[in-house]
């Protein structure tokens, strides 16, 4: 079955740019969303189709996605953005998760 | 704007079912082109996708619980719901009914449900 890596944790400095990745076999290939999970909310999707942006997310979240590593980018980084970050793709009709990064802002 | 939110038994002994249910606001569970998903994750863990539900009925499921799961909508009442059978103690987690167009948005708020006797 298709896997998904995330490393457990990341922790960046307030007004610097954190980068979040997610590892798998030929990863570029497939379309990567991204969510963010405050403690005790609902996930809210930041990234879906690799790049793209939901109205209403702020311009500091960006993604991408090559090869065999999708990440995702927040520049100048609030602490508001302190949360779990998951990355999904679908793959044979089947919904993957990453096992989720917890972004600690400093 | 689409609203969904979970019900259900907060209990559930081990063996037995667990049946939850997601009702659907401020849409049509038979609007355009969408599926409807549950996901669940245990505490401190990650997201496990359980499986989707289309309005005509067709389904796709998670392999790994394929054999347990079954997803039902009645379009009357706009809701879908999940039955999973024979629980134990791993299947305790927040259980998370959501729209589905490829992307998960929006999801509802969560619901609790503990295996144990």
């Known amino acids: 079955s298709y896997e998904l890596t995330q490393p457990p944790s990341v922790s960046v400095s307030a007004g610097q740019t954190a980068s979040i990745t997610c590892s798998g076999d030929?990863?570029?290939?497939?379309?990567v969303c991204w969510y963010q999970q405050k403690p005790g909310e609902s996930p809210v999707v930041v990234i879906h189709?690799?790049?793209k942006r939901p109205s209403g997310i702020p311009e500091r979240f960006s993604g991408s996605n090559s090869g065999n590593t999708a990440t995702l980018t927040i520049s100048g980084t609030q602490a508001m953005d302190e949360a779990d970050y998951h990355c999904q793709v679908w793959d044979s009709s089947t919904v993957v998760f990453g096992g989720g990064t917890k972004l600690t802002v400093l | 704007q689409v609203q969904l939110q979970e019900s259900g038994p907060g209990l559930v002994k081990p063996s037995q079912t667990l049946s939850l249910t997601c009702t659907v606001s401020?849409?049509?569970?038979?609007?355009?082109?969408?599926?409807w998903s549950w996901i669940r994750q245990p505490a401190g863990k990650g997201l496990e996708w359980i499986g989707r539900i289309f309005s005509s009925g067709s389904t796709d499921y998670n392999p790994s619980l394929k054999s347990r799961v079954t997803l039902s909508v009645d379009t009357s009442k706009n809701q879908f719901s999940l039955k999973l059978s024979s629980v134990t103690a791993t299947d305790t987690a927040v259980y998370f009914c959501?729209?589905?167009?490829?992307?998960?948005?929006?999801w509802g708020q969560g619901t609790l449900v503990t295996v144990s006797s």
């Open positions: 030929r990863l570029g290939d497939k379309y």
């Open positions: 959501a729209r589905d167009t490829g992307t998960f948005d929006p």
């Open positions: 189709q690799d790049t």
């Open positions: 401020g849409g049509s569970i038979t609007t355009s082109n969408y599926y």
